[in-house]
């Protein structure tokens, strides 16, 4: 496998598959990368992706860009650009989109989802 490079311009964001306001751009899919799997989500104002777990894949989500509300060890906790939520597998977390603007988030899932 080689190096991989993704200028955002070409980056393709697609209609989540499971929540309504929510937009992924895949970068590394299980046919890419073994270990890991990398997407941008862009989630607008007001959208809640729901409490839930991976059983089989830690999440490691950094915020890029917006703010909203991360759910965090058993509590909603203020997220904004900068700020940084590692979930390990079988642990509860969810977003929301609280802000004004869309939310952005870099997500790492190991192994992939997707």
Known sequence: ?????????SMDFQPHPR????????LVTKELGEEIGVSLLA???GVEIPVHV????????YVAS???EA??????????????IFVPKGVEHG??????GVLELFVVHAPPLM
């Open 1 to 9: 496998m080689k190096s991989l490079f993704f200028p955002r311009e």
């Open 54 to 61: 991976h059983e089989g894949e830690v999440d490691s989500i």
């Open 19 to 26: 929540f309504q306001g929510v937009a992924l751009a895949k």
């Open 43 to 45: 989630i607008e104002p």
């Open 66 to 68: 917006g703010s909203g």
């Open 95 to 100: 977003v929301r989109n609280s802000g004004e």
């Open 71 to 84: 759910y965090v060890n058993g509590e909603w906790r203020s997220v904004s650009a900068g700020d940084y």
